[in-house]
């Protein structure tokens, strides 16, 4: 039976499983007042948006749209500038117009953004300078400087998190309705990186064709500048359900539907250190009526696949669950195959998307994290691959990027090699790729979608 809608289900039923994850806050109470300030507040988002999310997720289950999840590994909280934001919104809507050439449907526009700021961690501590500190668990928890007391969790965080959840937020939504970006000028965005060096003259011919495309879409009389459905920006917003505190704090009853919605973001996920079948995370999205995914590592078993899908969606139900494959480039054609065939022939209509992220990650010389360009692609290869082979649609890319030029991934067009990791290297947690690395990510797709 479906945890959502039962009344035997509340926000607080997590609690009696384990939760992988959590801080060790210091002050139960600081937290508890923290808390009692939150269930105050008003939602994020609101459950008629994560419904329409839902929906057109449920396009993407059908084959009949893509899914394009994308932005920071851990936001900042130094990051919310208008600038800042308008940046990394031109750059999705710029791979979101190649992509919907490529796969020739439309493609829905979701943010690792508005909240993404808390991390699991492989290890609770680190060593730093021969002392043992805690590990930095993202801004919502605590500092990233690497000092005992910075990294000690203070619960006003999550206060900060939703204030800065909220004034990215109202930025979005700003620019949603302010006719930021038309299709026109996204595309001359578009042309100006494939003139910009060789590795775009490589798309010259794709972008030609979308220059065409549009110019007939013109003659036809259709308006590309000023219609209402060229000129809509909607960036829905995600992150990693792992404060459980938090996420039940901000999680309301839906009066119209009488379900429970997690007003803290439209998409929630759960993460690979997170997806025990019968822990905490799954037993608290299990119960609401969000869209969530799940991502799924190279140790995930049939069992425990369809273990988490009947658990998650058991009306199976075309938009609730998207499944997040990260298993590597070296590992996916090995390991997601038996996944997606047990999921399809026991009738779960999920989304099936890749990230070619976190399965790649490698120490560089220096001793920083990295991830190759040609491991990102060839793991997108081989999830097109398994996907073909299983008649199954290839639902959508989940990726780690940011609009600026840092050199944080190795490789790509602009070759970033090992000795330039130092030069841009500003992540607050795993390494992105840099604005041009996307932009060629994307064509890559695309050309790969028509084919
Ligand atoms: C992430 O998405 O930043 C992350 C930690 O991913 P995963 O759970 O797949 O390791
Ligand atoms: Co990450």
Same mark, same amino acid.
Not at 33 to 55: I, M
Not at 266 to 286: M, N, P, S
Not at 428 to 433: F, Q, S, V
């Given at each position: 039976?479906?945890?959502?809608?039962?009344?035997?289900?509340?926000?607080?039923?997590?609690?009696?499983?384990?939760?992988?994850?959590?801080?060790?806050?210091?002050?139960?109470?600081?937290?508890?007042?923290?808390?009692?300030?939150?269930?105050?507040?008003?939602?994020?988002?609101?459950?008629?948006?994560?419904?329409?999310?839902?929906?057109?997720?449920?396009?993407?289950?059908?084959?009949?749209?893509?899914?394009?999840?994308?932005?920071?590994?851990?936001?900042?909280?130094?990051?919310?500038?208008?600038?800042?934001?308008?940046?990394?919104?031109?750059?999705?809507?710029?791979?979101?117009?190649?992509?919907?050439?490529?796969?020739?449907?439309?493609?829905?526009?979701?943010?690792?953004?508005?909240?993404?700021?808390?991390?699991?961690?492989?290890?609770?501590?680190?060593?730093?300078?021969?002392?043992?500190?805690?590990?930095?668990?993202?801004?919502?928890?605590?500092?990233?400087?690497?000092?005992?007391?910075?990294?000690?969790?203070?619960?006003?965080?999550?206060?900060?998190?939703?204030?800065?959840?909220?004034?990215?937020?109202?930025?979005?939504?700003?620019?949603?309705?302010?006719?930021?970006?038309?299709?026109?000028?996204?595309?001359?965005?578009?042309?100006?990186?494939?003139?910009?060096?060789?590795?775009?003259?490589?798309?010259?011919?794709?972008?030609?064709?979308?220059?065409?495309?549009?110019?007939?879409?013109?003659?036809?009389?259709?308006?590309?500048?000023?219609?209402?459905?060229?000129?809509?920006?909607?960036?829905?917003?995600?992150?990693?359900?792992?404060?459980?505190?938090?996420?039940?704090?901000?999680?309301?009853?839906?009066?119209?539907?009488?379900?429970?919605?997690?007003?803290?973001?439209?998409?929630?996920?759960?993460?690979?250190?997170?997806?025990?079948?019968?822990?905490?995370?799954?037993?608290?999205?299990?119960?609401?009526?969000?869209?969530?995914?799940?991502?799924?590592?190279?140790?995930?078993? #049939?069992?425990?696949? &369809? @273990?988490?899908?009947?658990?998650?969606? *058991? =009306?199976?139900?075309?938009? +609730?669950? /998207?499944?997040?494959?990260?298993?590597?480039?070296?590992?996916?054609?090995?390991?997601?195959?038996?996944?997606?065939?047990?999921?399809?022939?026991?009738?779960?209509?999920?989304?099936?998307?890749?990230?070619?992220?976190?399965?790649?990650?490698?120490?560089?010389?220096?001793?920083?994290?990295?991830?190759?360009?040609?491991?990102?692609?060839?793991?997108?290869?081989?999830?097109?691959?398994?996907?073909?082979?299983?008649?199954?649609?290839?639902?959508?890319?989940?990726?780690?990027?940011?609009?600026?030029? #840092?050199?944080?991934? &190795? @490789?790509?067009?602009?070759?970033?090699? *090992? =000795?330039?990791?130092?030069? +841009?290297? /500003?992540?607050?947690?795993?390494?992105?790729?840099?604005?041009?690395?996307?932009?060629?990510?994307?064509?890559?797709?695309?050309?790969?979608?028509?084919?």
């Amino acid at each position: 039976m479906s945890a959502v809608g039962s009344p035997h289900w509340s926000p607080v039923a997590w609690r009696a499983h384990a939760a992988a994850q959590q801080p060790a806050w210091p002050d139960a109470a600081a937290l508890e007042r923290v808390l009692a300030t939150l269930r105050e507040w008003p939602p994020l988002v609101f459950a008629s948006e994560a419904r329409r999310l839902r929906a057109a997720l449920g396009e993407v289950a059908q084959g009949r749209a893509f899914l394009l999840q994308a932005g920071d590994c851990a936001e900042s909280f130094d990051d919310v500038s208008a600038e800042s934001l308008h940046e990394r919104l031109k750059l999705v809507l710029q791979m979101a117009i190649v992509l919907t050439y490529g796969a020739g449907v439309h493609v829905v526009k979701v943010g690792r953004i508005a909240g993404q700021y808390a991390k699991p961690r492989s290890s609770p501590t680190e060593v730093v300078d021969g002392a043992e500190i805690q590990s930095f668990r993202g801004p919502m928890v605590n500092s990233g400087i690497a000092t005992a007391e910075a990294r000690v969790p203070d619960p006003e965080r999550l206060v900060l998190g939703y204030q800065r959840a909220a004034i990215t937020l109202d930025l979005l939504r700003g620019f949603a309705t302010g006719g930021f970006a038309d299709l026109g000028r996204v595309h001359t965005w578009n042309r100006e990186f494939v003139a910009s060096s060789p590795v775009g003259r490589r798309y010259e011919g794709l972008a030609d064709e979308i220059h065409r495309a549009l110019r007939f879409m013109r003659a036809c009389g259709v308006d590309v500048e000023r219609d209402a459905r060229f000129r809509s920006v909607e960036l829905w917003t995600s992150h990693e359900a792992l404060l459980l505190d938090f996420e039940e704090a901000l999680t309301r009853r839906d009066p119209e539907s009488g379900q429970w919605y997690d007003g803290s973001a439209h998409l929630l996920w759960i993460g690979e250190r997170t997806r025990a079948v019968d822990g905490a995370h799954v037993a608290f999205l299990a119960g609401v009526a969000n869209p969530i995914g799940v991502k799924l590592g190279p140790s995930a078993s #049939v069992d425990d696949v &369809l @273990g988490l899908c009947e658990r998650l969606d *058991p =009306e199976r139900s075309p938009g +609730r669950l /998207t499944l997040i494959a990260r298993m590597g480039a070296r590992q996916v054609r090995e390991r997601l195959p038996a996944l997606v065939n047990a999921v399809r022939a026991a009738g779960f209509p999920v989304v099936w998307a890749c990230d070619p992220m976190h399965g790649n990650t490698a120490l560089a010389g220096d001793g920083r994290k990295t991830r190759h360009f040609d491991d990102v692609l060839g793991e997108l290869e081989g999830f097109f691959d398994v996907c073909r082979a299983a008649s199954v649609w290839p639902g959508g890319i989940h990726v780690e990027l940011t609009a600026g030029d #840092v050199t944080e991934c &190795l @490789g790509g067009g602009d070759d970033v090699r *090992p =000795e330039d990791l130092g030069l +841009r290297y /500003t992540t607050t947690c795993d390494p992105r790729l840099n604005g041009r690395q996307s932009l060629d990510l994307a064509f890559r797709v695309a050309e790969r979608l028509r084919g």
